[in-house]
């Protein structure tokens, strides 16, 4: 039998790097993007607050339908012609997304910009018409600029979807604080000033095409250098791989359409749920006697805990946009060891980290309530809601795996599952528990497509899982976690007790959070360490950071010489 030690690794550490890279941006970017929700209440009201909270559930929809699919599917056929030496055929794949993309945005600019006294109505608030005038320029940008992220990332260049992420969010956010800013003190309508803080969304889209750009003119003067300095037989072997059986553009659009279409499919999916918890929640809360005001409310509450699953979800996002092009690339050369491997390694480390993940948010779910709301209403709903996360991260990064291994359609099919899950439940639910059941149904609906996607690699890929290292041992790591922070909470409990001065209780519940968080992490990595469940062969194969580590770790005996995968 083949020892897997002296298999070479082609694949694994340039995923890592990757996702390391667009990790770090996808953290400092939705940090950027949760933190303006503060001001945005802060400065502008509830009123303003309300309605932008409720054009951006259809601002995020439509532009799911404009770019459905295309970048995951840019970044799969990217990343295989480039490892077949047809670069060429890469760059026409760019091309046809890229000019398709632009005439569908056209249309969702037009839908919106002209539509938007209809969709105000279907939202009930007459007032949101601005806000989605205002957003609909965004679409002028978008597209372009994610089919050029998932170019890059099929080369495995990351870097320019990384800093593209951090400067569109950053632009985003000082337009809008500059617009709450200029309309408040010149005591704009609520309407206005929530069109102003929507725009703020078209000049970070704005922002991000214009790095995109930017980062495309050098990748296309670096190529040309290097085909003007390439001589003999290097320059006609190039130009051969470039010719060879070069597909016509109708037919390679064809393809091309064809794969991204059950993409697109499941891609739409999830802001479609969020955008029918908008025009469903508010109905069913109604039912049970609150008026509308209450209703809102209410839904405001449900969406706190969202925000929080959304914040672990952006970083199984960035780990899943490095993942698609790496595993398409050993699915066309044929190596599926290699697939296999990727598979198994970025689901077990998806699981520990959104167990810790779900598990931490609950038990935290007051402190953080306070620290980011102000207050700890809705703080059980909550606590339901963190219990999502584990699924969420799990189903968007099987996903991915299902995309790059050819299985577009299963991944798609699943989700569809999930939403009629989510849609069933909701109905079912909400009208016994209010929001409560609404967060059950997200839970059991994440679940399903998390469930549904990991059987169909299994089946796919022949990956298994063993209970011991896979649910075992992360329990031991969980328990460990959840004595550290219970112990935290009650010393912190003892010590506000005893301080001369009093903090402000949102102060306190801040300063205990951050704590228990940065705790329990490391008790949770140490208890994995300890046991076995990740390893010095995992370790050894993160980048420099994680090589230099193993020795500290040894002399520390936290990491023991062997397990992980």
Known sequence: MENRKDRPEPYGRDWVRGAAVLGVAAVVSKLIGTAQKIPLQNIAGDGAFGMYSAVYPLYTFVLALAIAGFPASVSKWAAEKAAQGRHREARTVLAIAGATLSVVGLLCFAALYFGADVFAGWIGIRGTAPAIRSVSFAFLFVPIMSALRGYFQGMHVMAPTAVSQVAEQCVRVAVMLAALLYLTAAHASDSVIAAGAMFGSTAGAAAGLAVMAGFWFRHVRAERLTAASSTGKAAERRRAN????????????????????????????LPLLTLVDSFTMPRLLLTKGYDETAAMAQFGLYNRGL???????????????????????????????????????????????????????????????????????????????????????????????????????????????????????????????????????????????????????????????????????????????????????????????????????????????????????????????????????????????????????????????????
């Not at 490095?322 to 398409?328: E, I, K, N, R, T």
Request: hydrophobic letters at 60%; glycine letters at 8%; aromatic letters at 8%.
């Open 307 to 565: 925000a929080l699953v959304q914040l672990v979800a952006m970083v199984a996002s960035s780990v899943s946009a490095a993942l698609v092009p790496v595993v398409a690339e050993a699915m066309a050369k044929g190596d599926m060891f290699a697939v296999k491997r990727n598979a198994h390694r970025t689901l077990r480390l998806t699981w520990f980290g959104g167990l810790a993940s779900s598990v931490g948010l609950a038990v935290l779910a007051s402190p953080l309530n306070v620290m980011l709301f102000e207050d700890n209403a809705g703080t059980p709903v909550m606590a339901i809601l963190a219990f999502a996360a584990v699924f969420n991260v799990v189903q968007i990064v099987s996903a991915a795996l299902l995309v790059g291994i050819g299985r577009e359609r299963a991944m798609a099919y699943n989700m569809v599952a999930a939403a009629a899950v989510k849609v069933g439940l909701n109905l079912l639910l909400m009208p016994r528990w209010g929001i409560a059941g609404a967060a059950v149904a997200a839970v059991v609906a994440y679940g399903t497509a998390a469930a549904q996607n990991v059987l169909w690699l299994c089946r796919a890929t022949d990956v298994r899982f063993h209970w011991k290292d896979d649910a075992g041992k992360p329990l031991v790591a969980l328990v460990a976690m959840c004595a550290v922070l219970y112990a935290v909470t009650f010393a912190f409990g003892r010590l506000f007790a005893f301080l001369p001065a009093d903090l402000p209780y949102r102060g306190e519940q801040t300063l205990l959070a951050l704590t228990a968080v940065a705790s329990g992490a490391f008790a949770y990595i140490a208890a994995l360490l300890r046991t076995g469940a990740i390893g010095a062969a995992e370790l050894g194969r993160l980048p420099v950071t994680g090589r230099k580590l193993l020795p500290m770790l040894r002399k520390l005996r936290i990491v023991k010489p062997e397990g992980g995968v």
């Open 242 to 269: 470039d010719a060879a059986a070069c597909e016509p553009v109708f037919r390679l659009f064809r393809r091309f359409a064809a794969s991204a279409l059950p993409i697109a499919l499941g891609s739409v999916v």
